[in-house]
Each structure stands twice: as C-alpha cells, then as structure tokens.
C-alpha cells in the first residue's frame, strides 16, 4: 500500500484529502505517510502532517520556508525546582527575555516558548525554526528549479550533491542551535529568579520541517517528527493542555511503515475559523475559566487574541486519539502548560 494512515482516513477534512489523493497519483513519489494533525496547505501540493519517500528526485520546496522547524525540551527534575512559577510577578520579564534571546525571535504562527511541568519534571520547550537562514535555501532551491527543471516543483536526485546536502544541513543545524539557545537562555533566567537551582538536566532536541537525505532515497518531512533511535521527542497537544513526550518503539512495524515519524501536533478537531465560532457558542462562565486560568495572555481589552484562542484545548483532538492511531510510540510523560510566550519575531 502506497499510503498508510496513522489516523482515521474518513476524518481528514476534504480539501487536504483531495490534495493527498492527486499528490498520491504522481509516479516519483513512494511510500506516504499520514499522521492525525493532517491538514491543508495552500502552499504546496501536500498536506501538513505527511511524510513521504522518493528515490530519483526530491521536493525542495516542500516545507516550505521555515525548513529545520521543531521543537525541543529541556527537562529539570522536580527536585531541583524550588517554588511556582509566579505568573503576576514574572511572566512579563520572562516574555521580555524571551524577546532578547536571540536577534531573529519564535516567529508567528504556532511558534511558542513554554513552561509545563509533569508530576516528576519542570519542562522548558521551545517550538522554532531557521529563520532568515531558512528563507535563503528556499530561494536558493527556486533558483535551481529555475535553472533545471522550469515549471515543476522536484529536481533529479542528482542535483543533492554532496555540496548542497552540507549547505541543506547547516540550515537544520543552525535551527537546532536556536532551539537550545532558548532552552538554555530560559534555564538561566529561571536560576537568577530563583524558581530552579543548578543540576542535572536533560536536553532533547526534534525536527518536523526537513528532506532527510539517505542512500536509498529523501524522506520528505512536512509537519512529521523525524524519530530518532530511542530518542524523545514533544508532540504539542495546546496552549493549555500541554505536550506529550514521546519516543519510538523501534521494533514495532509502525515504525517503519511511518518512515520513523509521528505527528508534530495533535491535530485540530475545528478549523481556525470554527474554533472562534465554538468559542462565541461558550457560556460567559467557561469563557471566564480561560480567562483566569491564562489571564497574562489577555489583550487590553481582556479579551484573547483570536490568535490565542485558535491554539487552545478545543480547538484539539485528545491525547488518547493521538496515541491509539500511532501505536509505533511510546508515550514517556505528559505535560500540563504553566506558561506560554508567542509571537516574538517579525
């Protein structure tokens, strides 16, 4: 089977489902992936949340931009924290800090800086991506569309040369290198405001925008974690239910029927449209939940951004769904949000 869901196929909204199908026709493509946060793009010709083969070409375009996009995790042992997180005194300095963390800033969109906490850890997680470095390759790549293929939106594998895999990787690297830069910027701000002491901390690092260059073909991985070994990696659930932690089970067939990926999201139960629709139909009571449980993110108006409330829980399939359709995983940990920090980047 050329295509193997890890979700229910009859729930895939139509627009993305069509654009899979024709994506699906095309003779340079191999084994598809399709993971529950698919999702349209208008961008390309394949959905989000998909990760697929190809052996004599590869879709540089594919991701679009923001290649090297992910996020990652640094993981405190409860025993190393030392009080709550006071959101009235310090959520503004810690979003003033996360602006100054690095000259390119999160970016927009779902982009986002967090701290959530287990019943054993204190979680820093970060979701970013390569920037300006990344907006280069992808001219870069229209450039050699231009050159070698006008009018298509693949190259003959032999343009990956040896040269242009090492440029390709530098912008994953340099991706990476920012996400730790935040973990580790957010870590000593957290030290200096005495919410943790210095310790033993665990760091894990995963992509969900990237061409994975093998020997025996690309794995093209567009919103699909790339799994690593045993390696952990975040599945974001939302703004205020949290992540999971996951990790591959290597021996299970899954795994390699899902080109060692998962999802990078939990999926959206409503579009972004609906979800300020559901959130007009909440009664003024649930609507105050929200605003008291995140009031640092209200507007001046309070109110919400319908940015912000496009990314909370309803707007989400649940965790138990997101498992049961994916049983190549193991979920390691489950997190609950304390606080987010968004949209700190041109």
Request: some cysteine; overall charge neutral; charged content about 25%.
């Amino acid at each position: 089977m050329k295509t193997v869901y890890f979700t229910d196929s009859s729930a895939v909204e139509q627009n993305a489902l069509q654009s899979l199908l024709a994506f699906e026709k095309n003779p340079t493509i191999g084994r598809i992936a399709v993971f529950p946060d698919i999702h349209f793009c208008s961008e390309r010709s394949i959905p989000v949340g998909v990760a697929f083969q190809t052996t004599d070409v590869f879709y540089p375009l594919v991701t679009g931009k923001d290649m090297g996009c992910g996020v990652a995790y640094l993981r405190i042992p409860r025993p190393d924290v030392l009080r709550p997180f006071d959101k009235i005194r310090h959520y503004r300095a810690l979003e003033r800090a996360v602006h100054g963390m690095t000259n390119e800033g999160l970016g927009g969109g779902n982009h986002f800086l967090s701290l959530e906490e287990s019943v054993d850890y204190l979680y820093i997680i970060v979701h970013t991506g390569s920037r300006n470095l990344g907006i280069y390759m992808y001219q870069e790549n229209l450039r050699l569309l231009h050159e070698h293929n006008p009018g298509h939106d693949f190259l003959p594998i032999e343009l990956a040369t040896p040269e242009y895999v090492q440029e390709y990787e530098r912008v994953l690297r340099y991706a990476a290198s920012r996400r730790r830069e935040f973990v580790d910027k957010t870590y000593d701000f957290l030290q200096r405001n005495g919410y943790v002491r210095a310790g033993t901390t665990t760091f894990a690092d995963s992509c969900h925008n990237l061409l994975e260059f093998r020997p025996e073909g690309v794995i093209h991985r567009k919103g699909s974690t790339q799994l690593v070994a045993d390696g952990e990696v975040v599945i974001p659930l939302s703004m205020s239910r949290g992540s999971l932690i996951v990790k591959p089970n290597r021996w299970h067939a899954g795994t390699k029927q899902a080109l060692w990926s998962c999802a990078h999201g939990a999926g959206r139960r409503y579009s972004r449209t609906d979800t300020l629709k559901h959130w007009h139909s909440l009664k003024k009571a649930d609507k105050d939940a929200y605003r008291h449980r995140f009031s640092e993110l209200l507007n001046r108006q309070g109110d919400f951004d319908s940015s912000i409330l496009q990314e909370f829980d309803f707007a989400y399939k649940d965790s138990a769904a997101l498992l049961a359709t994916q049983p190549h995983l193991v979920c390691c940990d489950e997190t609950q949000p304390i606080v987010t920090v968004k949209f700190t980047g041109v």
